[in-house]
């Protein structure tokens, strides 16, 4: 497996990678998001000019993570694993790979926001290292996601936002 920085010839399989990893959410009787529509190419190409799309790939893109910057820490907007790849732990290398690039950037930490209760998605993030971030602590930036999902038809109530810190050395320093 290699990994590297997308491109634009890669938009058509991320989005096919999008649309076949939401196709797991039929199993758990969230029919919207199984149906959602991918990324939209217009974003995926402000990332890759950006360089935050990273792509996993095996002969083709099999994996992607796109994130942004976001009350200084690195915000992990989407990140879908074809499902043929699914538990080889492309996912965790990815968000590994992210997570250099926040050190690199000295940035505080990683942020996302997902569904609380399905088994991929915070209890999966959870075993990386995430941890919850209670509502009534939100900042105004994640309070704006927050209020960006809604607008899009997602039940927020059924999301939570998690945080992963970076670690200091004894020195103050990233590590």
Do not use: C
């Not at 492309?90 to 399905?118: P, Q």
């Not at 939100?138 to 999902?149: G, K, P, Q, W």
Request: aromatic fraction near 6%; glycine fraction near 6%; proline fraction near 5%.
């Amino acid at each position: 497996m290699q990994f590297r920085s997308g491109d634009a010839g890669d938009v058509p399989a991320v989005q096919a990678i999008e649309r076949a990893s939401a196709a797991r959410f039929h199993a758990v009787g969230m029919e919207q998001i199984a149906n959602d529509d991918p990324t939209p190419a217009s974003l995926l190409l402000e990332r890759i000019g950006q360089n935050r799309l990273l792509v996993a790939v095996d002969k083709r893109p099999v994996a992607f993570v796109i994130f942004d910057v976001v009350d200084d820490h690195l915000y992990i907007e989407q990140i879908d694993v074809d499902p043929a790849h699914a538990g080889k732990r492309i996912g965790s290398a990815l968000i590994g790979l992210v997570e250099d690039r926040a050190r690199k950037e000295a940035r505080m930490g990683l942020l996302l926001s997902t569904f609380r209760d399905v088994p991929w998605n915070a209890p999966y993030y959870r075993r990386l290292g995430f941890t919850d971030i209670p509502d009534d602590t939100l900042s105004a930036a994640l309070t704006h996601i927050r209020r960006d999902h809604v607008e899009r038809g997602l039940d927020e109530t059924r999301r939570v936002f998690m945080r992963k810190p970076l670690r200091l050395d004894s020195g103050g320093n990233q590590r």
